[in-house]
């Protein structure tokens, strides 16, 4: 760092840059000792001077630090603003970072304000519900509202069988059979015909595959699975018509009714 009788044109004090960026003096000084931002002069005086080309580069250092990088991390980040590909490759960098950092809060944002609505439709504080609810959120699992209107019992079984894979699947299984249902009765398919009574088996063994075979959990399960959602109590009130009826043509031709037997 060259030294200098007196400030030359175009350079800049550190108070001046400090006021100019709006930081303080010290934090300067601190950047300096540690490598970031040395200043491109220093007066006789020990003055110490800097550029136009600092202060870009003391953007860059600001910016990422407040996207929660260490300082560390910023000196090993920053490139060199020696020439226009140089200055436009970092401006690059930097609007990607601030970009991704973005979206990451804006999905940790939609979360909280999620899970807050969550909150307040529940009728006490329960932690347990609230941390499923946040782990449903973060697996983008858009069914997480239905976890406040189970019981611990159906949440229990539901976190000692399921993953996040096999409880994702089992969702979509069952939004693409009640999908399947509605298109149906669209297209006025009775439930005792082949389709109905091919869909009426494909619900059924989704059914034995999330309960297991217990009866207990399916009626635990009607029970709390009683579309309290609007959206969701009306594509479910519009299929519960045609299942109940396929169901019960598909239960007596197997000559058997588990729904029956299960209640005794």
Known sequence: MEKYKAIPEGYMTVGEVAKKMDVTVRTLQYYHKEGLLIPSLESEGGRRLYTHKDVIKLHQILSLKHLGFSLND???????LDTPEDVAKALTEQSTTIREKIETLTESLKQIESLQAEVLQMHSVDFKKY???????????????LIKHFDDNILDYCRNHFDKDSGLAMIDNFTSILDKVIR???????PESEKGQTLAKEFWEMIMEFTGGDMSILTNLIENFNGKDNEWKQKQAIANDFIEKALGAYFTTLDYNPLEEGAK
């Open 184 to 190: 149906l009765q669209k297209e006025g398919v009775l």
């Open 74 to 80: 910023i000196k090993n980040n920053l490139t060199s």
């Open 131 to 145: 941390a499923d609810i946040i782990v449903n959120l973060q697996m983008k699992n858009k069914f997480y509202w």
